[in-house]
């Protein structure tokens, strides 16, 4: 595989993190579609059995200086992951024609985003949680301004983060965790007053590497 370097955060904003760009990243590059999971930072972690299909969506606003991506905080009332920082996505059900649809019809469920603004351009490899999840991001562009409006019950809170900051292997942090019987480490990001970690984590890490930029661009 060809040697990359990833850019000052300052540069990434500067005409080279485009949409375009990325797109064509997601077409080209093999990491986009390795499968990867908390296996990766853990190896030899028993991995359930039970394979449950899920979708997220990784949406990146297109602001004129930049892109963020879009992440929300769950409803400490969830039975799962209560207060964890997440993609809008979810199981996918029967009835869903694809991964596109599952995570598209969960962010508009949980957070409001008409479909309809959502221009999709590709997916990150599939990601295999140590609890069995098996999730496809699937990424999409969405032209800034937009309007949410969150289901409670499901969403605490909607924010953005730079995605020049969550792609920066410098903020690359790790962290044990715990869920059931389940110990391991996973990645962990910080923002603000924010702690991004697990699958979500391990996305953007990904993510990070699929756009990191060719040897020579400065």
Request: no cysteine.
């Amino acid at each position: 595989m060809e040697q990359r370097n990833i850019l000052s955060p300052g540069h990434f904003d500067a005409g080279y993190l485009t949409p375009e760009f990325i797109a064509a990243r997601l077409r080209e590059d093999q990491l986009a579609r390795t499968h990867y999971g908390d296996a990766d930072l853990n190896p030899g972690l028993e991995i359930a059995a039970r394979r449950r299909a899920a979708a997220v969506l990784v949406p990146l606003i297109h602001h004129a200086d930049g892109l963020t991506v879009l992440l929300t905080q769950r409803s400490n009332d969830l039975p799962h992951h209560p207060g964890q920082v997440s993609f809008p996505g979810g199981r996918i059900d029967p009835e869903d024609e694809s991964p596109e649809h599952a995570a598209l019809r969960e962010a508009e469920e949980e957070v409001g985003l008409d479909r309809k603004q959502v221009r999709l351009i590709g997916r990150l490899g599939p990601y295999l949680t140590g609890t069995g999840f098996h999730i496809t991001p699937v990424v999409g562009i969405v032209a800034a301004p937009i309007d949410l409006t969150l289901e409670p019950r499901e969403v605490a809170d909607a924010f953005e983060v730079p995605l020049s900051v969550v792609v920066d292997p410098r903020n690359h942090g790790q962290h044990p965790t715990t869920i059931g019987t389940l110990s391991f480490q996973t990645y962990l990001i910080p923002w603000e007053d924010r702690f991004i970690w697990g699958a979500t984590a391990g996305m953007l890490v990904n993510l990070g590497r699929i756009l990191a930029a060719p040897d020579g661009w400065r």
